[in-house]
């Protein structure tokens, strides 16, 4: 089989992967109001679980990093499965509100570690060069798809056989479609010499791979002392503290407004479909405009579905919904294979894992506090309002800490320059 054709077998690869970790994470949402109506827990009781996962799923994902620049992306794939699928097939025994914060926030987050953006965006990395923001957008789309899936599978199952069983079911099924795909994985074109695909190589290319040899050997230890590293460590904080308010407790939000469940279900799908198209447009969009005008524009479509979705008491026409979804769904996540282009642009190499991760923490406390947030808000006020309001001026000062750190790293005079203490 041909390095090319193999290249993108691990693209399928890692959009399955991704597709059924996040499909999962996300469709907590939809779990989140079976689990209240039988328990009778507090919002943001119930809701810290996923925070919780959210924080463990960034402070592991720089171990992460770290385990796949040691023993290879394939490894980790593979463990990541392991855990993912007793983690999910064991939720359906939960009686306490520790079970939930056991069984879904520690081993599911480290499951969805295994299994998340750290080694693929390693693996993806070392297969493709150029075009490397439009294939890992092809890959980070799974998100999406996994949503667009799973949300509403996730409904039928629960309506169909109770929350219970749908785990079990959704748990068996992570094993038995994901353990022989990663089997197949392999780290790297060649395992004996590190060859990467230069998908659709050209001049330009070989003169951007010609200058960053010339770049410093980046360990995360020199990767610190830069600003770009601070400045995306911020906007990965950000980020989950300005978007995972909306996408855990939307379907919440919608029901409390009188919308049917069904409903409900079917907007957090259209969002997370839409965020497949949004990963690789906005990936794409990233290799040929730029990096921080790609940014730009996805903040302006998820800060504007925020809008609409404050509005909705109001406005009271299922069409707002899908106008919200379309919005928020495009930009819902866009800045995932931005954020992985940016970071190989700027520190690509043997150690790129483990400075990849270690940014993740950021994502990690901001996807902990934001939902918790909300729920505490809601408990407090009864009302989503303060909370969503909140999301815009955050995301608003994302997208300025994007600017800054690709302003702090500009070509002079067709020369690379980095900034080091």
């Known amino acids: ?11 399928s690869i890692s959009f399955a992967n991704i597709a059924t970790a996040y499909g999962l994470r996300f469709s907590f949402s939809i779990f989140f109001v079976a689990i209240l109506e039988e328990f009778s827990w507090s919002r943001a009781c119930t809701v810290g679980a996923f925070s919780l996962s959210a924080l463990l799923l960034g402070i592991s994902s720089w171990l992460a990093g770290r385990l796949v620049d ?8 593979v463990g990541g499965v392991m855990i993912l699928a007793f983690s999910t097939f064991a939720s359906g025994w939960i009686q306490e509100v520790w079970h939930l914060y056991a069984l879904f926030g520690v081993l599911g987050a480290l499951g969805g570690c295994g299994l998340g953006w750290v080694p693929h ?3 993806l990395s070392d297969w493709f060069i150029q075009k490397r923001g439009t294939m890992v957008g092809i890959a980070f789309s799974g998100l999406g798809a996994g949503i667009l899936l799973l949300g509403p599978v996730s409904q039928f199952l629960i309506s169909s056989f109770g929350w219970r069983i749908a785990y079990m079911i959704l748990g068996s099924m992570v094993l038995i479609f994901l353990l022989p795909l990663n089997c197949m ?15 659709r190589s050209n001049p330009t290319t070989m003169v951007h791979e010609a200058e960053k040899s010339q770049a410093p050997d980046w360990t995360l230890g020199r990767a610190i002392r830069t600003l770009p590293f601070w400045c995306l460590i911020l906007a990965f904080f950000l ?16 029901i409390d407004h009188g919308y049917s469940r069904i409903l409900a279900a079917s907007i957090l799908g259209a969002v997370g479909f839409l965020s497949s198209i949004g990963r690789l447009l906005f990936g794409t969009l990233s290799d040929r405009i730029g990096r921080e005008k790609a940014v730009t524009w996805s903040f302006v479509c998820s800060i504007t579905g925020i809008v609409i979705l404050l509005l909705i008491p109001s406005l009271r026409d299922v069409f707002w919904l899908y106008l919200y979804a379309l919005l928020f769904g495009v930009g819902f996540g866009a800045r995932g294979p931005i954020v ?10 043997k150690h790129f894992g483990s400075i990849y991760g270690f940014i993740n923490i950021g994502n990690g406390i901001g996807g902990a506090l934001g939902p918790w947030l909300a729920g505490y808000l809601y408990d407090t006020t009864g009302s989503y309002k303060i909370s969503f309001l909140t999301c815009i001026p955050i995301l608003v000062g ?6 800054m750190a690709g302003w702090s790293r500009r070509r002079k005079n067709g020369v690379w320059k980095y900034y080091r203490a």
Not at 240 to 251: N, R, T
């Open 1 to 11: 089989m041909s390095k090319s054709l193999y290249g993108w077998i691990i693209v």
């Open 70 to 77: 040691r023993f290879g992306s394939r490894k980790i794939l």
């Open 121 to 123: 965006s390693v693996l």
């Open 185 to 199: 994985v392999r780290n790297r074109p060649s395992e004996r010499n590190g060859l990467s695909i230069p998908y």
């Open 239 to 254: 980020l989950p503290l300005g978007i995972f308010p909306v996408i855990v407790h939307q379907v919440a939000y919608i």
């Open 340 to 349: 992985v282009a940016m970071m190989a642009d700027f520190y690509h190499g």
């Open 398 to 403: 994302a997208c300025v800490l994007f600017w």
